[in-house]
């Protein structure tokens, strides 16, 4: 691994001031159980860690009648056990619940999950695995190994907090040096294969709290991967919807999650999956092939439907 040096802070006024001492040349590290594994694999170049774990400020849940805000340090074990998260929110339980592992889920954050970084099977592997099939283009190569030109890179979006969050209408309060501000969820995700989130990577940004107004009505969530133990999703797909209104989240389907957005009222089928099919890139760099993938996603979609209208009966 290589060499890194590891800061500890308190507040977040004490890590947004390191962060801009080390301009940066820098991660900050939550529960590790991601960034750990991409230092492990060479991943991390940079040389300065900032551990906010011991941040008391982000680990905060407050619920009332307006909504749910989230401490982005809450770990995804605090969360599915919050009693009012399990009463108000049981989206949230099941897709934190499909997470890795019970052991991994007590250090792994609500924060750290929504700033995952995006994954790809030629991408996420040890350095030798790497140097022996070539480098590609988010790893200081010339070409995609995916696609083969050097244009684009496609590597996937798989957190399973974020379509859940998005479909409930999540905001996120990120600060930097020298600033504040709260955003649509969604707009934390740049699409970009590379540099895969905006606000937090150009401007050196803390994700510090997740903020989900209170809804009425009803969710639904699928996941789709190889062993359902431990693997990352191939694709998530979490919806909610009242009488007059549906939200559609996707993930690992793309660089970055997809939301869609409806009125129920003259809506069809075919219509949803159309759209789902347009703004969904899948490319083939999943353990799973890409026609299944792009198949399930209408098959999930028509399930939901099929749900739903029976419900209606
Ligand atoms: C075996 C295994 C299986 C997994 N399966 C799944 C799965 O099925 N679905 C899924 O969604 N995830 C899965 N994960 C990923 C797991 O969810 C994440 O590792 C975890 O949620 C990340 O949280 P963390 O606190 O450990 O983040 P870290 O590893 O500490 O950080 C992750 C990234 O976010 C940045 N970061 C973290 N917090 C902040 C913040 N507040 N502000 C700014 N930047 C921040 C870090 O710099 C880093 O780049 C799996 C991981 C493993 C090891
Ligand atoms: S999609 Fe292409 S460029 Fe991106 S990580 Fe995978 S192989 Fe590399």
Known sequence: MPETTYHMVSTVEE?????????????????????????????VR??????????????????DETGLTLGAMITLDELVKHPVIKRKYPLLITAARSIATPVIRKTATVG????????????????????????CLRDHGDICQVVGTGKNCYSRNVSDLAPALIALGAQAEIRDPTDRVTVPLLELYSGDGIENHQYINNNNGILTTIRIPARNGQSWFRKLRLRRSVDFTSLTVAIVWDQRRVRIGINGASMAPVLIRENLSGLSLENLQRQARKKCR????????????????????????????????
């Open 282 to 313: 899948f490319v083939d760099n999943d353990l799973l092939p890409l026609q299944y993938r792009r198949d399930m996603l209408q098959v999930y979609l028509q399930e939901w439907w099929d749900q739903r209208n029976q419900a209606a009966l």
């Open 112 to 135: 750290g999950n929504l700033l995952l970084k995006n994954r790809c099977s030629f991408y996420n592997q040890s350095y030798d695995w790497r140097q022996a099939i070539g480098s």
């Open 46 to 63: 940079q040389s300065h860690v900032i551990d906010i774990s011991r941040v008391e400020e982000l680990r905060t849940v407050h619920a």
């Open 15 to 43: 890590a947004l001031g390191k962060a801009r001492e080390l301009n940066g040349d820098f991660c900050y590290l939550a529960g590790g159980t991601d960034l750990q594994i991409l230092r492990q694999q060479r991943l």
